[in-house]
């Protein structure tokens, strides 16, 4: 069980670091659906397309201070590959101090 909840959560910070080199901000959607295995495949990265809100389960975000951290890590990581954000110190310690929020379908509209 405890393997399975560190690779739920290294994927989820994964996820939220990806998000935020595309985007600017940590924002994951976990659900059931349909995905491709992307080349490269790095950190096991997937393309799904086509994501209806009725296969989204949850919705994870930062709460306003961690958004204002993430912001400040964006800034400084122009052009970042995962790979590259993954292994910056300020990325390491985003993670570390912040973490994202689990948010129920109620709540969704205030996050997107």
């Not at 290294?10 to 940590?26: C, K, M, N, Q, Y």
């Not at 295995?37 to 790095?42: D, F, K, V």
């Amino acid at each position: 069980m405890a393997d399975s909840e560190d690779a739920d959560l290294t994927l989820l910070e994964l996820a939220g670091i990806e998000g935020l080199l595309r985007h600017g901000r940590r924002l994951v959607a976990v659900g059931q659906f349909a995905a491709d295995g992307i080349e490269p495949a790095e950190f096991g990265a997937v393309a799904a397309d086509g994501v209806s809100w009725e296969s989204i389960e949850s919705l994870f975000a930062d709460d306003p201070v961690g958004a204002q951290a993430a912001t400040v890590v964006h800034a400084n990581l122009p052009e970042s590959t995962l790979e590259a954000a993954w292994e910056d110190e300020a990325v390491t310690d985003l993670l570390r101090t912040t973490e994202l929020l689990w948010h129920g379908p109620s709540e969704w509209e205030g996050l997107v």
